[in-house]
């Protein structure tokens, strides 16, 4: 090879290296950007996995729930049709009345893949850790999530390009969110199998402020709610401030307590943000503990669900209270 086709050759490869860096970055910021609106759980940790209700022994998964993948009547209807809710619950050995968690999901991220929607939200470290404990765990998927019916819709741009960072959509979409957790809390305490004075309300990210906002638009129903993370829009989307405050604001009302869990180096919600949330609970006369979670090096603190070492003795308190 003469030397121009040697340097055309490596001019060509620095080249194509320098693009490969350029569509890399472009493509890796997913969700998790100060732009964006909210979360769904992350993947599990790596390492060997067993189904959810399922746990790693001796290297063979061992069940300890059963799963039940069920329908939940509503009385919403949309193009003439009644709507039901999918409910995936786990539900300890027996045939007793059980204390109920029911545990609500976040959003998809920034809203711009549809094909998230449909994804079902379960989380095998709540599942562990409440039915070991005797407790029946119920993932409700709202409208148009999972394989709910209806139209998902908490909070879109005019196109559906992405969620809204608007204070009216975006409290819009949380009102029809919160109309879902409604239907499906009424289904479940007209099950057998569940003890209707003994419900606990959770969820993360979007599910945790919806959590915290339920308890007191149903003060009947819950014993206290469990908020991982919680936030309806991103520190840097708009009118965050006015929405988030609103939602816990008016989560203020229930005379129980609550329990708000929040991770370092969450790339949705800083800990001063989510504090000055707290302390807006608070003050408008909320009852709570708020507890610092470090997940570790790398790890993102949106994520703490999924880490159960973290949270277990704050939980394990919690439930002993109330």
């Known amino acids: 090879m003469n030397t ?4 055309n050759s490596r001019f060509l490869a620095l080249a194509c290296v320098v693009f490969l860096v350029l569509v890399l970055t472009a493509c890796g910021g997913g969700g998790g950007g100060s732009g964006g609106t909210g979360a769904s759980a992350a993947p599990e940790p790596s390492g060997p996995v067993c189904a959810t209700g399922s746990i790693l022994e001796q290297g063979a998964c061992r069940h300890f729930a059963e799963r039940i993948d069920a329908r939940a009547t509503t009385p919403f209807l949309e193009n003439g049709r009644s709507v039901e809710l999918e409910v995936v619950l786990f539900k300890p050995p027996g045939e007793d009345r059980f204390p109920t968690l029911v545990f609500h999901h976040g959003s998809t991220g920034d809203g711009s893949d549809p094909s998230r929607f449909t994804e079902t939200f379960t989380s095998s470290a709540v599942v562990e850790y409440f039915v070991e404990r005797g407790w029946m765990v119920a993932f409700p998927q709202r409208r ?7 139209l998902y819709d908490e909070g879109f741009q005019p196109d559906r390009s992405a969620y809204s960072c608007k204070e009216a959509p975006a409290l819009a979409g949380a009102e029809r969110a919160l ?14 199998d569940v003890d209707s004075t003994r419900l606990l309300v959770g969820g993360s990210s979007r599910g945790g402020i919806l959590a915290v906002a339920h308890v007191a638009r149903r003060p009947d129903l819950y014993l206290g709610a469990i908020n991982f993370v919680g936030g309806w829009l991103s520190e840097g989307c708009g009118d965050h401030l006015s929405v988030n405050r609103r939602l816990f604001k008016d989560g203020a009302g229930l005379p129980g307590p609550t329990l708000w869990l929040y ?3 969450d790339s949705f919600y800083s800990l001063g943000y989510s504090r000055m949330n707290f302390a807006a609970y608070t003050g408008a006369g909320g009852l709570g503990a708020f507890h610092e979670l470090e997940a570790g090096p790398g790890r993102n603190g949106h994520f703490v669900v999924n880490y159960p070492r973290l949270w277990e003795e704050a939980v394990q308190a919690f439930l002993e209270q109330i």
Request: glycine share 14%; aromatic share 4%; no cysteine.
């Open 4 to 7: 121009h086709n040697l340097i």
């Open 263 to 265: 991770g370092v180096n």
């Open 144 to 150: 148009g999530r999972g394989r709910s019916d209806g």
């Open 179 to 192: 109309d879902d957790l409604d239907a499906a809390a009424d289904w479940l305490r007209a099950r057998a």
